[in-house]
């Protein structure tokens, strides 16, 4: 059974050569290296008798037909686009999951559809705005969205033109009522499950976010010659707001807030930063908490760049309530995990993931599998194959057992 496991450790790994740098993995929305993440899975897809397309926000929708007409459809799947300098198994291990169970059937069919989804961008790298790909299937990619720029000026509705694919059939992405729910198999991103010493987690919840971007704004001049008494740096401005995000996600238990970009624009080494740009991201279990640390964290920028005879200019980016997980999914994963030989660990996200944009619409479920070490979003990121196989393993009797008739939640 292993040898299933491998060749799903392999694909993720053929699937890394797809990308924007020859020296580490990194896949942005509909880049060119997209192309071949499509062909290669849509390859894949054929050889299972699978149909499959491209839908007009850019994802790669296979569909493995059930046993008869009119029915109703499981979604399966997660994302393929990366962060810069990625792992192997973020996003993509979910998809690659998915056509290897399909494989496993070997042409038997299930009592419903089984559609597999390879969303086209979670990350929000290119744009600064995540779950591109999911909110296309629930029917949320408005105006603002299309016009949003990436840093070379392109539009997501250029992006998608440009990629081959039809803003004009926005609509015909959008879930109907066949979809029954909507299930992600993951790796943890975290050390939960390696603390604990076990394989599989199952999702509970996942936390609220918030995105910001903010540009704190002072005056750029010569570095010799300004004295420090007379220095509106927005430099060491941003810098000690970025103290303050720090301590404040020390202050809260559950509470993370992180500054994970930082932009001098036009800097240089003999000149005082007049601008710059940095990210806020704060999440939390629960939303109150999550939105008691945004308030604290922007008047606390507010506060510095007035000390300092700074601007501070601030943009939300993107935010979302905690997502609760269906129950009812969650009791079939933890009945096909304990019915396969393993135990479960009931959990929660502190990452966001295409499942909490799908629960708006349908039922949606998460399975965890164990990162090593806890890395993610990096190279040295990486899965076990045991723990493959005990997510294969339990994947299969979570479909064979799965009553789409258990499921009347219409879209």
Same mark, same amino acid.
């Given at each position: 059974?292993?040898?299933r496991?491998?060749?799903?450790?392999?694909a993720?790994?053929?699937?890394?050569?797809?990308?924007?740098?020859?020296?580490?993995?990194?896949?942005?929305?509909?880049?060119?290296?997209?192309h071949?993440?499509h062909?290669f899975?849509?390859?894949?897809?054929?050889r299972l008798?699978m149909?499959?397309?491209?839908d007009?926000?850019g994802?790669?929708?296979g569909?493995?037909r059930?046993?008869?007409v009119?029915?109703?459809?499981l979604?399966?799947?997660? #994302?393929i686009? &990366?962060? $810069?300098n990625?792992g192997a198994? @973020?996003g993509?291990? +979910?998809?690659?999951l998915?056509?290897v169970m399909i494989e496993?059937?070997e042409g038997?069919?299930?009592?419903y559809?089984?559609e597999?989804?390879?969303?086209?961008e979670?990350e929000?790298?290119r744009f600064?705005v995540p779950?591109?790909?999911?909110?296309?299937?629930?029917?949320?990619?408005?105006?603002?969205?299309?016009?949003?720029e990436?840093?070379?000026?392109?539009?997501?509705?250029?992006a998608?033109?440009h990629?081959?694919?039809?803003?004009?059939?926005?609509?015909?992405a959008?879930l109907d009522?066949?979809?029954?729910?909507?299930?992600?198999f993951h790796i943890e991103?975290?050390?939960v499950?390696g603390d604990?010493?076990?394989s599989?987690g199952?999702?509970e919840?996942?936390a609220g976010q918030?995105?910001y971007?903010l540009?704190?704004?002072g005056s750029?001049n #010569?570095?010799g &010659?300004t $004295?420090?008494?007379?220095?509106? @740096?927005?430099?060491? +401005?941003?810098?000690e707001?970025?103290?303050?995000?720090?301590r404040?996600g020390?202050s809260t238990l559950?509470?993370?807030?992180?500054?994970?970009?930082a932009?001098v624009v036009s800097?240089?080494t003999?000149v005082v930063?007049?601008?710059v740009r940095?990210s806020?991201?704060v999440?939390?279990?629960?939303?109150?908490?999550?939105?008691?640390?945004v308030?604290n964290?922007?008047s606390?920028a507010?506060a510095?760049?007035a000390?300092?005879g700074?601007g501070?200019?601030v943009?939300l980016q993107?935010?979302?309530a905690?997502?609760?997980?269906?129950?009812?999914l969650a009791?079939?994963?933890?009945?096909?995990?304990?019915a396969t030989g393993?135990?479960?660990?009931?959990?929660?996200?502190?990452a966001g993931h295409d499942?909490m944009?799908?629960a708006?619409r349908?039922?949606?479920a998460?399975l965890?599998l164990r990162?090593?070490g806890g890395v993610?979003?990096?190279?040295?990121e990486?899965?076990?194959?045991e723990?493959v196989e005990a997510a294969?393993a339990?994947?299969?009797?979570?479909?064979?057992?799965?009553?789409p008739?258990?499921?009347?939640?219409p879209?």
């Amino acid at each position: 059974m292993t040898l299933r496991a491998q060749r799903a450790i392999d694909a993720c790994w053929t699937i890394a050569r797809f990308s924007e740098s020859s020296d580490n993995i990194t896949r942005t929305y509909l880049s060119q290296p997209t192309h071949g993440v499509h062909e290669f899975l849509g390859a894949w897809m054929e050889r299972l008798g699978m149909e499959w397309r491209v839908d007009a926000a850019g994802n790669l929708r296979g569909v493995y037909r059930g046993d008869g007409v009119g029915l109703r459809r499981l979604l399966i799947g997660s #994302h393929i686009d &990366t962060v $810069p300098n990625a792992g192997a198994f @973020d996003g993509v291990l +979910g998809v690659v999951l998915a056509l290897v169970m399909i494989e496993a059937f070997e042409g038997r069919r299930l009592s419903y559809d089984l559609e597999v989804i390879a969303f086209s961008e979670e990350e929000g790298v290119r744009f600064g705005v995540p779950f591109i790909g999911s909110r296309g299937l629930i029917g949320d990619v408005d105006e603002a969205l299309l016009n949003t720029e990436d840093r070379a000026g392109i539009t997501v509705k250029e992006a998608i033109e440009h990629y081959g694919v039809a803003v004009s059939e926005l609509a015909a992405a959008v879930l109907d009522a066949s979809a029954l729910g909507f299930v992600e198999f993951h790796i943890e991103q975290g050390p939960v499950l390696g603390d604990v010493g076990l394989s599989l987690g199952i999702v509970e919840a996942i936390a609220g976010q918030s995105r910001y971007e903010l540009t704190f704004r002072g005056s750029a001049n #010569h570095a010799g &010659t300004t $004295p420090m008494r007379r220095r509106r @740096d927005a430099l060491a +401005g941003a810098a000690e707001w970025i103290g303050a995000v720090e301590r404040e996600g020390h202050s809260t238990l559950g509470l993370v807030a992180t500054v994970g970009r930082a932009e001098v624009v036009s800097g240089a080494t003999n000149v005082v930063p007049g601008e710059v740009r940095v990210s806020l991201d704060v999440r939390h279990g629960w939303d109150s908490a999550r939105a008691l640390a945004v308030e604290n964290l922007l008047s606390s920028a507010h506060a510095i760049a007035a000390r300092r005879g700074l601007g501070v200019e601030v943009v939300l980016q993107f935010e979302d309530a905690a997502t609760a997980m269906d129950g009812r999914l969650a009791a079939y994963l933890e009945t096909a995990i304990v019915a396969t030989g393993r135990r479960p660990h009931r959990m929660v996200s502190g990452a966001g993931h295409d499942a909490m944009v799908l629960a708006k619409r349908v039922p949606a479920a998460m399975l965890f599998l164990r990162s090593p070490g806890g890395v993610s979003h990096h190279p040295d990121e990486a899965v076990l194959l045991e723990d493959v196989e005990a997510a294969i393993a339990a994947g299969l009797y979570f479909l064979q057992h799965l009553d789409p008739n258990a499921f009347d939640t219409p879209v």
